[in-house]
């Protein structure tokens, strides 16, 4: 095929609508079938961030795209705010402590193991490459009971440690930075470092570090949406509702909803629209970050699997 | 067709990225220190990769092989955990989700990063791949809650759509036999996204000179797909393929909510991953539940481990 690409026309700026698509009826089914997917993607959000804004009636008769009123909007926060004594709050909080606390740890360890599994020499750094490859893709979720049965052990559940530990070891954050460190860094930058007189500490921090900011971003965003998100790991390891991150606590919520649970009718009961709007609330900072972050997304998902 | 590739490449995983050093030029007191400085900047790593997946892998084992005194039991956790009632429908209804979802996932994501990638309109393009990642924001109990809500014809944005498949109820939406569908309808719509922007992304990487040759030559835009585009992704599908069906024999917060929302209309022992969770916490049998865990873990390795080595992904030029 590449042999005959003498007869390439010059390329134009312009959009050449015929290209790619065989004929109008190819093209008529085409459409049809993105218009499916666009709907089938975007519904349930659209639908989820104008339920939130409505009440438990409106919400069952109303048509499904209409919009909801200030009024009910701040009904069912004042409503989601005041279940179990402001509970949501703690959840927050929670999810927030664990999912930066595990992000610093992993930032910490992460970089430097980076750095010296791309630019030094040791024993151990094949079998360590290896393990942590493996390790990367199997889901996080194989390794969840095994923890618990260990720090079960030591006597850890319940502490905020059984799930931020856990959450530190983020191999595949150390193989973002391995792969930022072997392409990105030149390597004469280094050994001229070392000739002036460099200690091997000061060739890090002095040299690597500062040009490794990309990497720490991409690393924080991918171990930050990770950890928010995780459920299996703080459902495990907290037993205690003051525990919970958001993503756990929003099973207490379903389960005093009496749509959902019939036997949860009372003074504490949690209408529909307040289970959406905390369904929003639970995703919004991960909603925030994706919104602006697909590049990243994909250049980490893809990185060291494309050839430059 | 991916996994062709010569076992040898495992070495070339490992080796990738490896600047060829001049040793001759640096002396051994020099490469010590070196060398000893690249323990120090693992360490930190290595102290979690120990404490956090190799040691409770090898609790787990040994768990797994013992009784509750702490005797040595031989398989009889497995036998018991394979033999329990719940074992064989749990790997069942596992195997039928990862039939209907990875199914589903490689047509439909190659299909629809193909005709995105056919819109010529940079505008139309760039929507069409935001709109489709964004649901990836919502992961975990957050999609299925968000989905509980969507499959219940009371409160649905397509209610029409579920009355005119017959179901007027949500417990007559969630009969066991359409929950494989279910939850491949909710990992799609979570999971996709991210997948169709990587593939899109693959397909750039197609240079435009190949396609307008084959244009040239009289190939219409199928066959261009087929024998140009298909086989350029080849690598990315094997990926797809094998990070979904690792993650889906991981089945948990789908069903476990779904059980807590149907009143137990779905079982709480759904999954393999659910059966282990209700050894550890209601039954008490740490090692029923950690060898449950093995299997799944043993699963979860051999992918991985097949793709690491034979699967090429990782090698850098």
């Not at chain 1, 893709?137 to 079960?152: C, D, G, R, Y």
């Not at chain 1, 037993?239 to 919970?244: K, L, N, Q």
């Not at chain 2, 865990?293 to 051999?302: C, D, E, H, P, R």
Request: hydrophobic fraction near 55%.
């Amino acid at each position: 095929m590449t042999t005959l690409r003498a007869s390439r026309p010059p390329r134009t700026g312009i959009p050449v609508r015929t290209r790619g698509l065989a004929g109008w009826s190819g093209r008529g089914i085409l459409a049809a079938v993105l218009i499916v997917f666009v709907l089938f993607f975007a519904i349930p959000i659209v639908w989820l961030l104008l339920a939130a804004g409505k009440n438990a009636h409106a919400l069952l008769v109303d048509n499904a795209f209409s919009f909801g009123t200030l009024q009910d909007a701040v009904a069912n926060w004042n409503q989601l705010f005041s279940f179990q004594g402001g509970a949501i709050v703690g959840w927050i909080g929670n999810s927030g402590l664990y999912a930066i606390g595990a992000l610093l740890i992993t930032l910490i360890v992460s970089v430097p193991a980076g750095y010296a599994l791309a630019l030094t020499e040791f024993r151990l750094r094949r079998p360590l490459l290896i393990v942590t490859l493996v390790v990367m893709l199997i889901p996080n979720t194989a390794l969840v009971l095994p923890e618990f049965l260990e720090l079960n052990l030591v006597g850890l559940i319940g502490n905020p440690l059984s799930v931020i530990l856990p959450m530190s070891f983020f191999p595949f954050g150390v193989y973002l930075t391995y792969i930022y460190f072997s392409t990105s860094i030149p390597r004469d930058l280094l050994s001229a470092a070392r000739i002036d007189g460099c200690s091997e500490i000061s060739v890090f921090t002095k040299i690597a570090l500062p040009l490794a900011a990309p990497v720490v971003a991409l690393v924080a965003f991918f171990s930050f949406v990770q950890n928010w998100n995780n459920f299996f790991l703080p459902f495990v390891m907290l037993p205690s509702s003051s525990g919970y991150p958001v993503q756990v606590g929003l099973t207490t919520l379903l389960a005093s909803t009496p749509a959902f649970n019939p036997t949860a009718a009372g003074s504490e009961s949690v209408q529909l629209p307040t289970l959406a709007l905390a369904t929003i609330i639970s995703v919004l900072p991960v909603l925030i970050m994706f919104l602006f972050s697909q590049r990243f997304l994909v250049s980490g998902m893809t990185a060291g699997g494309t050839k430059e | 067709m991916t996994v062709t590739v010569a076992p040898s490449d495992a070495t070339a995983v490992a080796d990738s990225g490896l600047p060829s050093r001049p040793r001759a030029a640096t002396g051994r007191r020099k490469a010590s220190s070196r060398s000893r400085i690249g323990y120090v900047f693992v360490s930190g790593y290595g102290v979690l990769m120990l404490g956090f997946g190799i040691l409770p892998a090898l609790y787990a084992l040994l768990l797994a092989f013992t009784d509750a005194d702490g005797g040595f039991a031989g398989f009889t956790n497995f036998a018991k955990v394979i033999g329990d009632y719940r074992f064989l429908p749990a790997v069942g209804h596992v195997a039928a989700y990862l039939v209907v979802w990875l199914v589903s996932l490689l047509v439909l994501v190659v299909l629809l990063a193909l005709v995105v990638h056919a819109i010529k309109v940079r505008w139309l393009s760039t929507t069409l791949r935001f709109v489709f990642y964004l649901p990836g924001a919502l992961a975990g109990a957050s999609s299925v809650l968000l989905w509980l809500f969507v499959l219940d014809p009371s409160s649905s944005p397509v209610a029409p759509l579920l009355h005119a498949f017959g179901f007027s109820s949500f417990v007559q939406v969630i009969q066991p036999g359409h929950l494989p569908v279910i939850f491949a309808i909710i990992a799609f719509w979570t999971g996709a996204g991210g997948w169709i922007v990587i593939m899109y992304g693959a397909l750039n990487n197609v240079s435009d000179e190949t396609i307008e040759a084959a244009r040239i030559d009289g190939a219409n835009a199928a066959q261009i797909a087929i024998s140009i585009q298909l086989p350029l992704l080849r690598k990315w599908i094997a990926y797809m393929g094998i990070m979904s069906l690792a993650a889906g024999t991981q089945l948990f917060v789908e069903p476990q909510l779904l059980s807590q929302a149907s009143n137990a209309v779905v079982g709480n022992d759904y999954s393999l991953n659910q059966l282990a969770y209700i050894y550890a916490f209601t039954q008490n049998d740490f090692n029923g539940s950690a060898a449950i865990s093995i299997l799944l873990l043993i699963v979860a390795l051999a992918l991985s481990a097949v793709f690491v080595t034979r699967g090429g992904l990782f090698e850098k030029d």
